[in-house]
């Protein structure tokens, strides 16, 4: 979506939020990685870890789009997000090798669902 637009992630100015949090990844992600979320995303904020896919606090612009389309529920907003789960989005080693911004980019886990998948 953003090469439509004539950007890239890393051109696009970062709004931090200070200890605010946006939208966090919880644990129905985990082993499963459908991506769909990542598809929505105006700006590439998801990044794949080795079980489960993270939203970059510091990039999030709090749109929303990646919430409904989450076959698991697995994306919330940070104010109802278990305490264990925003540590985690935060802490991730986010880098540019691990960003996705295609579903096709992410290899899903092991409790993937077709029937499930968008």
Known sequence: MLAVLGATPLSLPIFRK??????????PCVNCKYGDCVDVCPVECFYEG?????????????C?????VCPVQAIVPG?????????KNKDFAYSE?????????????????EDLAG
């Open 18 to 27: 200070s200890s605010l949090v946006t939208y966090v990844v919880q644990a």
């Open 97 to 113: 090798d691990r960003r996705r911004s295609s579903r096709h980019d992410v290899t899903h886990g092991p409790d993937w669902d």
């Open 64 to 68: 929303s789009a990646c919430q409904p």
């Open 79 to 87: 104010d109802q997000a278990e305490k264990e789960w925003i540590q």
């Open 50 to 62: 080795d079980t489960m896919l993270y939203i970059n606090p510091d990039e999030c612009i709090d």
